[in-house]
């Protein structure tokens, strides 16, 4: 879990040593009309999969972001992730995203000249695939023994579409060019029972 969280977190962290720069700057310009593409490193949170081993994972994937502000409060984009690394559940089960695209609709409220809060949500429609591990199948296959997540294995979450939520933080580097950090619901699984957070870093531009 830290691995994931220095993975998510570094190079945005480093990139903070440039705001006092950015909080000596005019006061800022309307954002609305403007466009936005992002890039961010996203770490999945795996919670309470299945429905009697509510255990949890963690995961890593790529987000690519698309938007626009609508008014200076109001924006609506689209995103689209790929997963990097699968999670493993107690050494059996593996989990892996291989990609979602989410739907969002926002609002975001200046702190500051530079710091920006907003909440978005939408839906997202995901796609990705539970197997067992190595171990996992050899449990599996021996008739004097069971493993709970063999009933898991398969497409993953069961129920692709989901409602989704963010809620960040985004911080003036330069111009129009933003550091975000932020953190919500992917999905929520009815099959697996699984619940999985997205915790993001990474950039964004403006133009």
């Not at 795996?46 to 963690?58: I, M, N, P």
């Not at 938007?67 to 050494?91: K, M, N, P, Q, W």
């Not at 709970?148 to 985004?170: K, M, T």
Request: hydrophobic share 40%; proline share 3%; with cysteine.
């Amino acid at each position: 879990m830290n691995k994931l969280l220095r993975v998510c977190c570094s190079a945005p962290l480093a990139l903070l040593a440039a705001l006092p720069l950015a909080s000596q700057a005019q006061e800022s310009t309307s954002r609305e009309d403007l466009y936005y593409v992002g890039v961010l490193a996203t770490a999945l949170n795996h919670r309470s999969v299945g429905e009697d081993t509510v255990e949890a994972t963690w995961s890593n994937a790529g987000t690519l972001v698309f938007g626009g502000h609508i008014t200076d409060l109001f924006h609506a984009e689209v995103r689209v992730g790929a997963g990097i690394s699968e999670g493993t559940v107690d050494g059996l089960l593996n989990l892996n995203i291989d990609h979602f695209e989410s739907w969002y609709m926002g609002l975001h409220y200046p702190l500051t000249d530079y710091a920006n809060i907003y909440g978005q949500a939408g839906f997202s429609n995901i796609h990705g695939r539970a197997r067992l591990t190595q171990e996992g199948q050899a449990i599996a296959d021996d008739p004097d023994r069971a493993t709970p997540y063999e009933e898991l294995v398969g497409e993953y979450p069961e129920s692709a579409f989901s409602i989704s939520w963010i809620v960040g933080l985004d911080m003036e580097l330069f111009n129009n060019a933003y550091v975000v950090l932020e953190g919500g619901r992917l999905f929520k699984d009815t099959g697996t029972n699984a619940n999985t957070f997205q915790f993001s870093s990474g950039l964004r531009y403006e133009f």
